[in-house]
């Protein structure tokens, strides 16, 4: 796999694998940050899709010293098969409710994909979804990859406010907003409970009614 | 808390209570926080003997006022904002005492953006993952530790002192710390900066560029009289290191502070200095600035001698 190192900041390098959203590429970022991560001269990593940032401490060393040391790292895990198979990575069933009173766009959705509400819920919720990356805000797990028959792109004006547990669809990558925030995404569902996700597990959504969203909905609100 | 040492009456346009930032937790999307004008926070940390990463108050703008509850040792740093200390003057980077009952007001001028308000021992505060920092729009952080500003009332408790303050009590008159007329920010060349054309390289620090009012804690926009032209396009999200300078398609530069978010997607030409960092902090809009190139090593070594100065250790 082709790889490099540019600057990012006077204390961090970063790690640039091959640029595309690919499970192959991403675990292989996943499997560096890992390893890297325990490096002497390593103070934190951030990964990404194809990209791993990391933060290093220049008291210890300069950039050119931490690319020498970094750089047969690099090389041995990229040859070496992957290791991370399905089985050992954390599995997460999220319910989700995809009725339009709490999904915002499912209806546009839906008509743009020429597909009824009820196909594209049974679409994105018959997927397992990998966990490429965390980011934006705290949380907030990119998903993917989404079948290709609902791949849209997001908003061209993003929203002011997309509420708390919004599950939303932008090209080949779903998420879970975890707070209230602005946000471009387009809305399919709503789901009110979320495990803390980690790069690399995987998530599959399973559909809820409304009624069984609301029931959920006025349990927490009466346990809050 | 019965150490409690200052009570808020007015916290003017935004005041926050910020350690030297959240660490350790990028990978869950959690970003830095922590002092914009970092050398003016870590300044009034060491004049008062305190741990590099003492809890201080960031006050944006000046019109703040805050009683002091009891005795202590407080230092005012960054924005030369007009300061007084119930009907005195005070000067801002010294070490002053106040006592029990005394009001502390900052004002406001032109001069800057921020000052840091600090006490012997440093503020006190429950932290979350690991600090204090607030962000406002992660909801993370600060006296109720949601992400919430100061607010009129709050009460604040500090740590008791450790150290002696420093014999001199100000920083020495050869350390040049005002903000100069036109600043130059050195930048060193970052990210996509191979993928620029050389043109937009020599454009970048050939002409001045005007901070704008879209700023906050999260970024701030510059404007140039020529937009840079043939930006590469915007990519899959990486992660995006404090100080960077994005280049949205509309060529105007976007400097990333303490609050970014952690992944990004636009194209970045370079990353701006830690003195640069600090000087974009106080930059009103309208104020023109100069980019100019900067090599890693020197950068690096600025920042070592910052660490080391500083006494900062991660």
Redesign the interface.
């Known amino acids: 796999m082709n790889w490099q190192f540019q600057t990012a900041a006077p204390d961090a390098l970063m790690l640039v694998l091959e640029e595309r959203i690919d499970i192959h590429v991403n675990r292989a970022i996943q499997r560096l940050a890992r390893e890297l991560a325990d490096h002497a001269a390593v103070q934190e990593v951030v990964p990404s899709y194809h990209t791993l940032l990391i933060y290093y401490d220049v008291l210890e060393v300069n950039e050119k010293q931490l690319r020498h040391l970094l750089e047969p790292v690099v090389k041995a895990l990229l040859a070496a098969p992957e290791d991370v198979t399905p089985q050992q990575s954390s599995l997460h069933t999220i319910a989700v409710c995809y009725h339009p009173e709490v999904a915002a766009d499912i209806e546009a959705v839906a008509a743009a994909t020429e597909l009824s509400v009820a196909a594209v819920a049974e679409l994105h919720s018959g997927t397992t979804y990998h966990v490429y990356a965390l980011g934006f805000a705290p949380g907030f797990a990119y998903l993917g990859d989404v079948p290709e028959q609902l791949r849209l792109p997001r908003h061209s004006t993003p929203r002011q406010k997309v509420p708390k547990g919004s599950v939303a669809i932008a090209g080949q990558q779903t998420a879970i907003y975890p707070r209230t925030s602005p946000g471009g995404w387009q809305l399919i569902g709503r789901a009110l409970q979320w495990p803390e996700l980690q790069a690399g597990d995987r998530v599959r959504f399973k559909p809820m009614s409304l009624e069984e969203f609301r029931r959920m909905n006025d349990q927490e609100s009466s346990n809050g | 808390m019965a150490n409690q040492v200052v009570q808020i009456q007015q916290p003017g346009l935004l005041a926050t209570l910020q350690d030297y930032g959240r660490?350790?937790?990028?990978?869950?999307?959690?970003t830095h926080g922590g002092p914009m004008d970092e050398r003016a926070f870590l300044w009034a940390n060491r004049l008062l003997g305190n741990d590099f990463n003492a809890a201080q108050i960031e006050v944006t703008l000046g019109q703040f006022k805050a009683t002091f509850l009891r005795d202590t040792l407080f230092a005012v740093t960054g924005a030369e904002f007009p300061l007084r200390l119930n009907d005195q003057m005070v000067k801002t980077w010294r070490v002053l005492q106040a006592r029990a009952g005394d009001t502390l007001s900052i004002g406001v001028n032109d001069l800057g953006l921020r000052c840091y308000l600090a006490v012997s021992g440093g503020f006190a505060a429950p932290s979350v993952h690991g600090s204090v920092a607030t962000v406002v729009?992660?909801?993370?952080g600060g006296l109720r530790q949601d992400g919430t500003p100061l607010q009129k009332g709050d009460a604040l408790g500090a740590h008791q002192a450790k150290h002696k303050t420093l014999e001199s009590r100000r920083p020495s008159s050869r350390l040049n710390l005002s903000i100069p007329p036109q600043p130059l920010l050195n930048v060193?060349?970052?990210?996509q900066?191979s993928k620029f054309a050389r043109k937009a390289r020599e454009l970048l620090v050939g002409q001045s560029y005007e901070v704008t009012a879209q700023q906050d804690r999260m970024g701030v926009r510059l404007k140039g009289m020529h937009k840079l032209t043939d930006v590469p396009q915007s990519?899959?999200?990486?992660?995006l290191?404090?100080?960077?300078i994005q280049l949205p398609a509309d060529g105007q530069p976007i400097a990333m502070m303490n609050d970014h978010?952690?992944?990004g997607g636009y194209p970045k030409i370079g990353?701006l200095?830690?003195t640069a960092r600090c000087l974009l902090a106080q930059l009103p809009a309208g104020r023109k600035v100069q980019f100019r190139w900067q090599e890693?090593?020197e950068?690096?070594r600025?920042?070592?001698q910052v660490?080391?100065f500083f006494n900062i250790r991660?």
């Not at chain 2, 660490?23 to 959690?30: E, F």
């Not at chain 2, 990519?235 to 992660?239: D, G, K, Q, R």
């Open positions: 660490y350790g937790h990028l990978a869950q999307g959690i729009r992660d909801g993370l060193v060349p970052a990210g900066w990519m899959i999200s990486e992660p290191p404090l100080g960077s978010q952690t992944l990353v200095t830690w890693l090593d950068a690096q600025e920042l070592r660490y080391r991660r």
